[in-house]
């Protein structure tokens, strides 16, 4: 195919030797921190148990961190097993060379889909009589055992057995041959955010809930089956939450959950998003600045141009509300953020130019931007900040 030439005159094949590598750096770019990664993991480790597992929670491609660098490092840290929340992405993880156990979150009810899972070595959530049998009759096609955890609602109302049901269905469950119940487990609904000391609290009432199950099953002296319920707000509520297992994601990423300090917790973010200005310029006071002009400028104003928008995972709506890092010091971000660009007033610095790096979340000196106030600031949840961020920023790790 010919190339058509833009500018003229200009001999391709002349530049093959053109450098086509671009440099990750080159415009906005999410460093991830494996080293923090594995002490958070140490460190919430040392809060549970001798013999209490812990399930590092890599979905949504690790919190956007990238799940096979956070896998590695979760698990030289501690972590015993992983969970994914797609066949797709526990795929990926047995497929980078992953051997510890992995559970599948989300659901998978086709046959198709559960033999996928199995001929990978992925144990499925399984939320029902019919999807059990499935699994029993795949186990026995191969003439082995199917791996899998068994789930119940307690109060999510999203996956999961009915309470009521379970203990009779679990009397037919125990008599298929061709299963392994790797493990039973439940969800709670609110953790971070209940008021715990409260025994009407939805959160004790889920964990009362379970344990009641788990005594009518009978299921607790056999270790075999692990029993799972927290995540790390319950994790970090109480021992008491622990059982087998926890299944922990934001805080293993570096944030609390709870609203409440703890004084004990010292998480180290694992995620640094950061990016180049691209341009500088100085206007006058009385200048509207980006798209619908919300913002004019109230005296001559130094800006940069940062090159990360809306396009990258930014959330537009918080246009002028955020702050970023430049050398310990805190620049505000003025006017709509647009699509891939956002500007800065710079205004009293003298040490940002062309090519400057600016750090959006993570830290710099003494400055510290978490998702946790991105989050309150649009009205959202630091889960949903951090899943947002798209693949045209490059992943980086460092040490
Ligand atoms: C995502 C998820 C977790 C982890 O939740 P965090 O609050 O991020 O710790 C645990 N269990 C299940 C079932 C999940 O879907």
């Not at 923090?36 to 597992?53: D, T």
């Not at 025994?199 to 344990?211: N, R, V």
């Not at 930014?314 to 971000?333: A, C, E, M, T």
Request: glycine share 8%; hydrophobic share 35%.
């Amino acid at each position: 195919m010919q190339i058509q030439q833009t500018n003229q005159g200009l001999n391709f094949d002349k530049y093959q030797t053109f450098e086509t590598e671009i440099d990750p750096k080159q415009r906005a770019w999410i460093e991830v921190r494996g080293k923090a990664l594995e002490s958070n993991v140490r460190h919430l480790r040392s809060k549970l148990g001798k013999s209490c597992e812990f399930m590092a929670v890599v979905k949504a491609d690790g919190y956007g961190h990238d799940a096979k660098v956070v896998s590695e490092y979760a698990i030289k840290g501690g972590a015993s097993q992983l969970g994914v929340a797609t066949l797709k992405e526990g795929i990926k993880l047995r497929s980078s060379g992953v051997k510890e156990p992995i559970l599948i979150l989300g659901n998978l009810y086709t046959k198709k889909d559960l033999i996928i899972s199995f001929k990978n070595n992925l144990m499925p959530t399984i939320s029902s009589l019919r999807e059990c049998l499935i699994c029993n009759n795949i186990g026995k096609q191969y003439g082995l055992k199917f791996s899998l955890h068994l789930k119940v609602d307690t109060g999510m109302s999203r996956l999961g057995f009915e309470c009521k049901k379970f203990v009779q269905q679990f009397e037919k469950i125990k008599s298929f041959e061709n299963i392994t119940i790797n493990g039973i487990y439940s969800h709670l609904s609110s953790a971070d955010k209940d008021n715990l000391l409260d025994p009407k609290s939805s959160t004790q009432i889920q964990k009362l809930k379970f344990e009641e199950l788990l005594k009518q099953i009978k299921v607790n002296s056999n270790h075999h089956i692990k029993i799972h319920l927290a995540n790390s707000a319950g994790m970090l509520i109480s021992k008491d939450f622990h059982f087998h297992m926890v299944r922990v994601g934001l805080s293993m990423y570096g944030y609390n959950p709870l609203a409440k300090v703890d004084k004990n917790l010292s998480l180290k973010p694992a995620l640094f998003l950061k990016a180049k200005v691209a341009f500088t310029r100085i206007i006058d006071k009385g200048v509207s600045v980006s798209y619908g002009g919300k913002f004019v400028s109230s005296r001559k104003t130094k800006l940069a141009v940062l090159s990360i928008g809306y396009a990258d995972g930014v959330p537009r709506n918080l246009s002028g509300k955020i702050n970023v890092i430049h050398n310990d010091r805190l620049y505000p971000q003025v006017g709509s953020i647009t699509m891939d660009q956002m500007m800065v007033d710079i205004t009293g610095s003298n040490d940002i130019k062309i090519g400057s790096t600016m750090v959006l979340l993570g830290s710099d000196g003494d400055k510290v931007i978490s998702p946790i106030e991105w989050a309150r600031e649009s009205n959202t949840i630091p889960w949903e900040i951090l899943c947002s961020f798209k693949n045209r920023l490059p992943r980086v790790q460092v040490d």
